[in-house]
């Protein structure tokens, strides 16, 4: 099975900071790669497929790359919504799909 | 409007058994594949199963197979999950999700909004 690291498992940033949370695939991926944001007591929502590809009314600040392996989100100018856990999850081939760990990002 | 509501989750013994329900509406419930996904207090989001629009295909994370059983009914707009000879580490809010804009049977772009099934004697 195909294991994700996610890093950081935790961040602190302000509103306005530029951030970067990084996956990692134990092998490659061919960018079969989606980002997740999770907010207390909710269900996740799709930020981005495909690894660059922004879902359908996420803001810009969201963007993706990566390729191989090694993926990135980065939200470059954080508000404060954005405020919350971020997953990144793997699904190249078939089941099973796995997760990274989750992002925790908090407010400085 | 797209809706997904889960329904079943509860309290119960370990070994037991309990069935979780998903009820959509809001778009053709027939041709898109649905997946359980789960996440233990505290914890990070476990895929759990995936089952095709007809049925033809199935899958199970290693964690559940041979005591979950996953099905739909295409007749009546839901999905299910048959959640057997359950463990203390079963426990969990249980999400049903699917991929209906993006037509993706492995992203997915709607949930529900969770069910909790607590495994404790």
């Known amino acids: 099975d195909i294991q994700m690291t996610q890093s950081p498992s935790s961040l602190s940033a302000s509103v306005g900071d530029r951030v970067t949370i990084t996956c990692r695939a134990s092998?490659?991926?061919?960018?079969?790669l989606a980002w997740y944001q999770q907010k207390p007591g909710k269900a996740p929502k799709l930020l981005l497929y495909a690894a660059s590809r922004l879902e359908s009314g996420v803001p810009s600040r969201f963007s993706g790359s990566g390729s191989g392996t090694d993926y990135t989100l980065t939200i470059s100018s954080l508000q404060p919504e954005d405020f919350a856990t971020y997953y990144c999850q793997q699904y190249y081939s078939t089941p099973p799909y796995t997760f990274g760990q989750g992002t925790k990002l908090e407010i400085k | 409007e797209v809706q997904l509501v889960e329904s079943g989750g509860g309290l119960v013994k370990p070994g037991g058994s309990l069935r979780l329900s998903c009820a959509a509406s809001?778009?053709?419930?027939?041709?898109?594949?649905m997946n359980w996904v789960r996440q233990a207090p505290g914890k990070g989001l476990e895929w759990v199963s995936s089952i095709s629009s007809s049925s033809s295909y199935i899958y199970y994370a290693d964690s559940v197979k041979g005591r979950f059983t996953i099905s739909r009914d295409n007749a009546k707009n839901s999905l299910y999950l048959q959640m057997n000879s359950l463990r203390a580490e079963d426990t969990a809010v249980y999400y049903c999700g699917s991929g209906i804009q993006l037509w993706s049977t492995q992203v997915w772009d709607y949930w529900g909004q969770g069910t909790l099934v607590t495994v404790s004697s």
């Open positions: 809001g778009f053709t419930f027939s041709s898109y594949s």
């Open positions: 092998q490659g991926i061919s960018n079969s």
